[in-house]
């Protein structure tokens, strides 16, 4: 039943931006779009959907590859400070081609190690960012924390967006899920799925926290690990 929703999903997505290059194609064919003018602009957004489509593919494509066990077997023990320090950094200037205002904070000895792939971790955070990026409102904020305790390393990425309904909480890592709030968003609606199935994997854990108007805050929580042990 959840590869039959899954599969229904994705057809239903990619139908969409399918129907439109179709549409605007046979629009110049049979001469109802004409003027040089005027098939430039139908000719851009062909274009434009086309893009949307191959995106669409390609992240489905990535999904489809998690399924493949053998990336588990090169968890590499590595310092976490350089990396989220890098993500912090790049989602600063992405803010600023977004009118958001991000703020970082990096609390974390750089001495700390976990086994993580930098790829796919980066690649969960960055999910979560593009979110936060999607339902926060121009000049609203963005905040990344990043801080440890005794035990463990918290990063919470915050913002002050739509915020998610209450009821939709327990369902928003679920395979292809919309939101009540997100319907007319474009995409597979699988970006939270995979940032789930990444911390799941690496044996992290991710909680969420939201309210509807206010914004929504996403929680990984890393185990420290004992090298002595």
Known sequence: EREKRFIMG????LRTPVAVIKGYSEAISDGIVSGEEEIKKTVNIIHSKTKHLENMINTLIKFVKLENKNWKEKLILQPLEPVVNEFVTTSIQTGILFN???TGSINLSKEIKVYFD???FLRALENLFTNALRYTRDNDCIEIRVNENTNEIIIEIEDSGIGIEKKDLQFIFDISFRGTNSRQEEG??????VVKYIINTHKWTIDVKSEK????TFIITIPKIDLKA
């Open 10 to 13: 994705i057809s239903h997505d």
């Open 100 to 102: 958001k205002k991000i």
């Open 118 to 120: 930098k790829e796919l």
């Open 213 to 216: 108007n206010v914004g929504t």
């Open 188 to 193: 597979l609606g699988i970006g939270l799925t």
